[in-house]
C-alpha cells in the first residue's frame, strides 16, 4: 500500500489512487478543479520521497527542481510514501476591485494582485478563495496593466462563479496562483497571418493576444473569430470594434449559430473560419480558445488545411469536476 503524509499524518491510497483523490477521500482539503492535469491548481510540493516524473508533466523546469507536482496526476508505487506539503510560497494576495456583469452569464472580474504577476497576455491563473476553493481563469488583460482581468462564465450551481456574482465584493481578499500555460504571442515574423478563434468566454485570452500582438507591432492580417449560439452570447462587441476600427490589418468576425444580423454572421465558427484560409496556409499560426469538443474539432481541421502543429495553439477549458465523478463543469 501507498502512503502520503500531509503535516503530521500518514494517509494510506488504494491501488492506482492519485494524491489528490486519496486525500480528498479522507477529508483533507487540496485546491482542485479540473482532475486532468491541465489547470494546475492542486499542485503540491514533495517534501521526502520521489516524485513521480509523470506528476510534473507540463511543469516548469524550476517547479521541477523543486519538487513540486500535480496531485491528480500522482499514483505511488506500491511500498512507497511521499511527504508532501501545499504550495503556498507560490500564491499571490489580491483583492478582488471589480465585478461587472457582461452578458446574462459572463462576468468580468477584475483583480489588484498585492505583488508584480509575470505574465503574458493569454495565460491563465488559478484564483483561491479564503476557504481553498480554486478555479483557473485565462488573463484577458495586459502585463502592463494595474488589474488582471477575467472573464468568468456563470454555471448553474458552479461554486465560485456563483460567489463572484452573488456574493463577492470589491475588496474580497483572494490569492492567485500561475500563470501557467502557452497559449500567448511570441514576437517574431511580424508579417504572419493570425487566427484567433474562440467560443464563449474564450474570447478572454483572445482578447489578450490580438491586443498584445498590436501593441508589439504585428502587421500582419490578425482575424479574431469569436463565437456563440445566439447574439446575446456575444460581448465586448463595440470594443472590439473600434479595436478594428484603429488597426486596418485587426479583422474582427462576431458569429452565432443563429440569429445573425446587424454586423454578426450566422454558421459555425469552423465554417467561417475556411473562408478566410488560403489553400495553402504556410507562415499561418492560430490560437484557439473555449470548450474541448470545439477546440480539438478545430484543432484537427486546420491540422488537415496544411497548418503546422507547432504553429497552433490551443487552450481548452476543461470544467471542475466533483471528488470522483464524471465531468461537472460547475465552475
Known sequence: MARVKVESTWYPLEPEESVLDGLLRQGVAVPHSCRAGACQSCMMRGVAGNVPPTAQSGLKDTLKARSYFLACMCKLPEGTGLEVAGAQDLRVPARITAVEQLTADVLRVSLEPEAPLDYRAGQYITLLRADGLARSYSLASLPREKHLELHV?????????????????????VALQGPAGDCFYVPGASEAPLLLAGTGTGLAPLYGIARDALEQGHTGPLFLFHGAREPGGLYLVETLRELAARHANFHYRPNVLCGGGDGVEEGSIEALVRTILPKRPLGWRAYLCGNVEGVLSLRKKLFLAGFSLKDIHADAFLPSTPPGGPLAGAA
Not at 458552479?158 to 481578499?173: D, K, V, Y
Open 153 to 173: 462564465r456563470q454555471v448553474p450551481g458552479g461554486t465560485m462563479s456563483g460567489w463572484l456574482a452573488r456574493e463577492a465584493r470589491p475588496g474580497e481578499q
